[in-house]
């Protein structure tokens, strides 16, 4: 089936724009994620949505940093009036909770992300 | 503060060698995830680990999981070209059912 789709793949901006990115997580999964990954570097997390509510957004750095999904599919990371250290790739991932056993857990599969670059 | 270490965080290695990749975390958990992802790409999951002594193996890569010692080891068979990539592991604490900590990386080159 299909994967976690993202766009754009690429964005450059201005310094002070406002940008949206998006994500279509995989059909049925109800939990979503936004991270962040600068070069070299691991994911760093951002939000995380169950159902159309964001669960957790500990991991946004700033109020300049907004993310919505209304319906609770497709997701939107909005930042607003952008700055250079924003540059970054930003990952989405969806992930569905399962149980084996008397575990559970939540498999995380990624989108190919979207490289900002604010200059 | 919740750490997840992996070494050697970057590894140059000959075609047909073996070696292992450790990662050790520092919360009590018994869910881990080991990732890989090639330039410019992004994250593949290659193994989902839930319980003390799981191994998972998918061609010349396998992967274990000891909770008591808090380490988990992806140990690499007879190299090839192709396993060339950076991977990562990730923690899931016992005290959340979504968060997880990532290790920095290993990126690992495999000279043919």
């Known amino acids: 089936g299909a994967g976690v789709s993202q766009t754009p793949s690429n964005k450059v901006t201005e310094k002070g724009k406002y940008v949206e990115l998006r994500c279509d997580p995989i059909?049925?999964?109800?939990?979503l994620y936004w991270y962040r990954q600068s070069l070299g570097q691991g994911p760093e997390f951002l939000i995380y949505f169950q159902g159309t509510g964001a669960a957790d957004d500990s991991g946004l750095p700033n109020d300049r940093f907004f993310a919505v999904r209304p319906e609770g599919s497709v997701s939107t990371l909005k930042i607003q009036r952008t700055e250079r250290g924003d540059s970054a790739v930003y990952l989405c991932a969806s992930s569905l909770n399962r149980v084996v056993g008397r575990s559970s857990y939540n498999e995380q599969f990624f989108g190919p992300g979207t490289r900002l670059t604010v200059l | 503060e919740l750490k997840v270490e992996q070494n050697p965080l970057f590894l140059s290695m000959q075609e047909g060698k073996n070696y292992t990749i450790y990662c050790n975390y520092s919360?009590?958990?018994?869910?881990l995830y080991w990732y890989r992802q090639d330039p410019g790409k992004s994250l593949e999951s290659l193994f989902v680990?839930?319980?003390n002594g799981a191994v998972k193996q998918e061609g010349r890569l396998m992967a274990s999981l000891d909770t008591k010692a808090r380490l988990s080891t992806l140990h690499i068979t007879a190299a090839v070209h192709d396993l060339s990539a950076t991977y990562f592991c990730a923690v899931a604490p016992r005290s959340s059912n979504y968060q997880l900590i990532w290790g920095a990386g290993t990126k690992l080159i495999i000279k043919p």
């Open positions: 680990l839930l319980s």
């Open positions: 059909s049925g999964h109800t939990a």
């Open positions: 919360t009590t958990s018994d869910r």
